[in-house]
């Protein structure tokens, strides 16, 4: 019998990674040993971040990586699970309170088109770089699309797309391991190199909105260098979420689907269509500033247990028994996306 590959756990926007082991609990006692854990992790981050100045989501990032090893306990996994999706979920739909449709539409036609074709090219540098190293072109575009898009949610979208024959269950763990990695990577350096670079916080949030792979990474990353920024890497995130949809209809027509294979139906996330919904409420409405205010502690705070709880479940442990060669289209994906998004920001925000 062929030994199958299992997923690793790990956080993911669409809640699509689930525990290969699931907990035989049910109900909300299955879920307090995991969140009480993210919520003193974070609170933990937080703490340092008021004494010593540091970024609050790169500490609860640092910290639940630090706690990495308490993922291998199953009685943990709804927890985490709950807090690192639903949490994260909840957070995008309230950072709707704090932008309008002004600022979206302040974007311009020029930033969707930039992002549009960021994706296209982020997602052929991904092909191209696993072309030259004979490691299949199926496997290129599952690393190159999730890089361009969304992560892990577009690659276990694009793999459902692609088919097992040309990306095979090895292939997809590979792929969320290095994009796990390179994601929290990402996020402790970007906003770093923003401050280095000088930018804005407004091309600092169209930087890391528009590079990093990850959601809940990508709202932490702005967040750390400054509200505004946050708010813009939100805008520019979801964009790009927005584009899984069409890219995944282009991967179908692109490559055939396989025999007696059926595609699931693609729709845009509820909690993009709620971040939307809140940001017209808010563009209509003088919201008063008491719930502005509470708007931006309740993202903040849900954004920091999400990103907790990442660095907790992330499966860094996989990624030192993979070779070097297989993590080049994600890498590869990875600078252009930071290159182009570093332009974008320059040229366009």
């Not at 990103?307 to 060669?325: D, E, F, K």
Request: charged share 10%; aromatic share 8%; glycine share 10%.
């Amino acid at each position: 019998m062929k030994e199958q590959t299992s997923l690793p756990l790990g956080a993911d926007l669409y809640g699509d990674l689930l525990d290969t082991t699931p907990s035989e609990q049910t109900g909300w006692q299955g879920y307090w040993p995991g969140l009480a854990m993210t919520i003193i992790a974070a609170l933990a981050a937080a703490w340092l971040s008021d004494h010593y100045g540091a970024p609050r989501m790169l500490m609860g990032l640092l910290i639940g990586l630090a706690f990495n090893f308490a993922n291998g306990d199953p009685r943990l996994h709804p927890g985490l699970g709950f807090a690192s999706k639903t949490l994260l979920r909840w957070g995008i739909v309230v950072t709707g309170l704090q932008v309008t449709v002004w600022q979206i539409i302040d974007l311009g036609w020029a930033s969707f088109a930039w992002i549009a074709a960021m994706v296209v090219l982020v997602t052929a540098t991904g092909a191209l770089a696993a072309r030259i190293f004979r490691l299949g072109s199926g496997f290129g575009v599952l690393a190159g699309g999730s890089v361009a898009i969304c992560g892990a949610s577009a690659a276990l979208a694009l793999s459902s797309v692609l088919g097992e024959r040309r990306s095979s269950q090895a292939q997809l763990t590979l792929v969320l391991v290095t994009i796990s990695a390179a994601s929290a990577i990402a996020m402790s350096l970007y906003p770093v190199l923003a401050h280095m670079l000088g930018l804005t916080d407004r091309q600092a949030g169209w930087l890391v909105g528009g590079s990093i792979h990850d959601v809940a990474q990508a709202l932490g990353a702005g967040y750390s260098f400054s509200d505004e920024a946050g708010e813009t890497a939100a805008i520019v995130k979801l964009t790009r979420v927005a584009l899984l949809a069409p890219a995944l209809a282009a991967v179908a027509l692109i490559f055939p689907a396989d025999a007696g294979q059926k595609r699931a139906r693609v729709e845009l996330p509820w909690f993009v269509i709620g971040f939307l919904v809140l940001g017209g409420i808010n563009s209509v409405v003088a919201l008063p500033h008491v719930t502005t205010d509470w708007a931006k502690i309740v993202t903040q705070s849900l954004l920091l247990l999400a990103v907790t709880a990442t660095g907790i479940r992330s499966p860094m442990h996989l990624l030192l028994g993979q070779g070097w060669r297989s993590a080049i289209p994600v890498i590869a994906a990875t600078l252009v996306a930071f290159g182009l998004s570093l332009l974008g920001a320059l040229l366009i925000a």
